[in-house]
């Protein structure tokens, strides 16, 4: 990785370089280039999405724009960088897994809905928290969270546990947190009570308009290529 160049014009007594400085400037630029290496790891921002900037898929640049994009849309910056910025969401679960150390589930329409997992979540605190609880595993509540590390929600799902009497006869006594992205997660939730196919449509007439939206961006793209081209007159 190129970050920098060194210019050497003149010797003090106007002779050619030499080999020994020669030498002497490469060893000088290794060092520097080590610097800069390891201070762009440094710069790096501890966050969910340090796997897809360190294997270089994006750059803090585009993390940064894709920030700001999903702030003005109201989305999730993964849902940004997936459909705007072509990142593959297989990348995007990796580095949410890491991030979160726990697994990454997405959107599972043929889930089997179990409705008495859903006794004491209403699905306007479900949305607005952003979490589905989706199945039972070892007799523990499995719950999709966009957050795994939010403390306060996570208390508070444990709380409702105590509460829900059919919970209580299934003998669940603690959560499973999983991760997954917002909108996977309101899916989920429109799937779990039962609005599926309306979700589902919006979501095919969203992608349709993604795919319209790259094929404009690409076209003015090329326009704009061909235009900044020189001419030739005869």
């Known amino acids: 990785k190129l970050y920098g160049v060194i210019q050497c014009l003149n010797t003090k007594n106007g002779n050619p370089f030499g080999d020994a400085q020669e030498r002497m400037v490469s060893e000088f630029a290794d060092a520097l280039a080590i610097s800069c290496a390891n201070k762009s790891k440094i710069n790096i921002?501890?966050?969910?999405?340090?796997?897809?900037?360190?294997n270089e898929i994006i750059t803090q640049d585009t993390l940064d724009r894709a920030t700001a994009q999903a702030t003005k849309d109201g989305a999730s910056v993964e849902h940004i960088l997936i459909t705007k910025f072509s990142v593959p969401v297989s990348a995007v679960a990796q580095s949410l897994s890491e991030f979160y150390r726990c697994e990454f589930v997405p959107y599972q329409p043929g889930l089997p809905i179990q409705k008495e997992l859903l006794e004491g979540f209403h699905e306007e605190y479900l949305k607005h928290h952003i979490v589905a609880p989706i199945k039972l595993e070892d007799n523990k509540l499995?719950?999709?969270m966009a957050n795994p590390r939010n403390l306060a929600?996570?208390?508070?799902?444990e709380r409702r546990l105590g509460d829900s009497k059919?919970?209580?006869a299934l003998s669940v006594r603690t959560i499973i947190v999983k991760v997954s992205t917002k909108e996977e997660i309101l899916k989920t939730i429109d799937y779990l009570f039962g609005r599926g196919g309306d979700r589902a449509k919006e979501n095919a007439a969203e992608r349709e308009r993604d795919i319209k939206r790259i094929e404009i961006d690409k076209l003015v793209k090329d326009i704009e290529a061909k235009d900044a081209q020189p001419k030739v007159s005869g």
């Open 153 to 157: 929600v996570r208390d508070d799902l």
């Open 45 to 54: 921002r501890a966050s969910a999405y340090d796997v897809l900037i360190r």
């Open 142 to 144: 499995v719950v999709l």
């Open 166 to 168: 059919s919970l209580q």
